[in-house]
T-cell receptor, first 113, second 113 residues
Framework: DTAVSQTPKYLVTQMGNDKSIKCEQN?????MYWYKQDSKKFLKIMFS???????INETVPNRFSPKSPDKAHLNLHINSLELGDSAVYFC????????????FGSGTQLSVL | AQSVTQLGSHVSVSEGALVLLRCNYSSSVPPYLFWYVQYPNQGLQLLLK??????LVKGINGFEAEFKKSETSFHLTKPSAHMSDAAEYFCAVRNTNAGKSTFGDGTTLTVKP
């Protein structure tokens, strides 16, 4: 069983479209995250949820909207996709506590044409 | 506030040689420090972490890191590189009172035969 799974693995779409990426974790963790990794491999946090509540919202365009239906799921919806949104998006989860490690999904490669 | 600087975006070593990947951090409160590894087309996975206690931390695959508060450093080492160590390595810091992990820009490790 994959601990943190995200779908789809690849997403190719046109500018202006709306798309969603889904993430599920079966580790029983309370906290989930979305990270964006650009073409230079730089990794930046976008959002963090704890028990379905948004606790971190970095400077991300409001075209990006996370949704957590329950603490095992954190989905990312993106409206009006732009070329600059092309990146790898990683979902992660952890137990509560700053000393806890992150468990990452295998990523979603988003390509906006 | 917290930040991480990884010195050297690319490091190349010969198989069997010492691996040294540098990480310096900045944190206004005692930090928790992590090293993650990312293999091609995969998510990040934890190599090791420092929380409290012993400053020399041992991780998986023969890696270790030493927390030096006076130098604000957490360099990653491995005595003898293996071809399978070729990957992207990320240092991360998390404050005791912060909800997010801040990642360095990553270091690409190449291992030559």
């Amino acid at each position: 069983d994959t601990a943190v799974s995200q779908t789809p693995k690849y997403l190719v779409t046109q500018m202006g479209n709306d798309k969603s990426i889904k993430c599920e974790q079966n580790l029983g963790h309370d906290t989930m995250y979305w990270y964006k990794q650009d073409s230079k491999k730089f990794l930046k946090i976008m959002f963090s949820y704890n028990n379905k509540e948004l606790i971190i919202n970095e400077t991300v365009p409001n075209r990006f909207s996370p949704k957590s239906p329950d603490k095992a799921h954190l989905n990312l919806h993106i409206n009006s996709l732009e070329l600059g949104d092309s990146a790898v998006y990683f979902c992660a989860s952890s137990r509560e506590g700053a000393n806890e490690k992150l468990f990452f999904g295998s990523g979603t490669q988003l390509s906006v044409l | 506030a917290q930040s991480v600087t990884q010195l050297g975006s690319h490091v190349s070593v010969s198989e069997g040689a010492l691996v040294l990947l540098r990480c310096n951090y900045s944190s206004s409160v005692p930090p928790y420090l992590f090293w993650y590894v990312q293999y091609p087309n995969q998510g990040l996975q934890l190599l090791l972490k420092y929380t409290t206690g012993a400053t020399l931390v041992k991780g998986i695959n023969g890696f270790e890191a030493e927390f030096k508060k006076s130098e604000t450093s957490f360099h990653l080492t491995k005595p003898s590189a293996h071809m399978s160590d070729a990957a992207e390595y990320f240092c991360a810091v998390r404050n005791t009172n912060a909800g997010k992990s801040t990642f360095g820009d990553g270091t690409t490790l190449t291992v030559k035969p």
